[in-house]
Structure formats: C-alpha cells, structure tokens
C-alpha cells in the first residue's frame, strides 16, 4: 500500500465546470486510498441546494459558506475537489500553495456536452456564460496549479492513472 508524504497532501482538484473534478478525484482518491471530500457536496449537506442558496441568500452568502467548506476540507489528508469559483477567495488561494493543486482544463465544445440541461445557478444564459466565467477564472487556475491535464477528449481512467502515477512519482522523490 503507498503511504504518501505529507508534504503531498492535501491534493487538490481545481477548474471550472464540468471538467471532471469530482469523477477523476473520487477515482484517484480510490486509487490512493485516501479520502474523497467534494465541498460542494459539503455544502449542500450543511445548507441545501446549491440553487437554492444562490435564489435564497445569493452568490456572496454562498461564497462565505463555500469558504468554510474549503477551509474544513484543506485540513484534511485528503484528495479534494473544489468548486469552479473557490480559487476566487484570497484566503483559498494562499492555502493551496502548500497544496498538491491538480488543474483540469476542458474545451468549450466538450463542456458543452456535459453541461446539457444544466442547473447550474452561474449558467442561466449557457454556454456562453461558461466560457466568459472560465476566461475569467482560468489565470487564477494556471497560477495554482502543480498539474495541469485537459479532461477534454480523454477517459477519465486514463486521466486518473496519470495523476495517481504523477503522485508516486513525486512521493519516491
């Protein structure tokens, strides 16, 4: 069984939406056998619906609890997935750089086709709307990430096994 050093962990998947985070960290959590945390399911645990806080409360009250979220997530030696617009928060950014931060990109035709029938509180106007919040984002991305790997026209195996052998790699260093 591979014990990771500590100084790997937490790792961190980032980017926007539908790029996958949640599947291929769930499935390199698996394979590493540590723990899989999704703040945003965190979030809909501690205060419902993603949705239904952004009609509720609205986008700032949901960034303050998606904040808490992250931070609870941060420390634990976990593979963690993020929500496109945590990176957004000054205080996540400063804690991801003592992070492992694995960045997943995706095309805009790709997303396209994962996102169909969305509900997403950010895409009322659709495709159009991901690509302007992702140009928005995606310096914020770059400047984060130790990895970065297109989720665009791949399996999400495949993907998976190179960052979990990316992971050993840097752990026999």
Known sequence: MLTL???LLPIVFIGPMAAGKTRIGRRVARDLNLPFIDTDKRVVESYGPIP?????????????VEREAVDWALGEPAVISLGGGAVLHSETQADLESATVVYLSVTTAAVEARLGGSKRPLLADGI???????NQRR???EALATIRLDT????????ADEIVNWVQERNDD
Do not use: L, V
């Not at 665009?152 to 993907?159: A, V």
């Open 52 to 64: 239904e806080i952004f009609a509720r409360e609205g986008e700032e009250y949901f960034r303050i």
């Open 5 to 7: 050093r500590n100084a």
């Open 139 to 141: 310096p914020i991305y």
């Open 152 to 159: 665009s026209n791949r399996p999400i195996t495949g993907i």
């Open 128 to 134: 159009g709307d991901w690509e302007r919040i992702y």
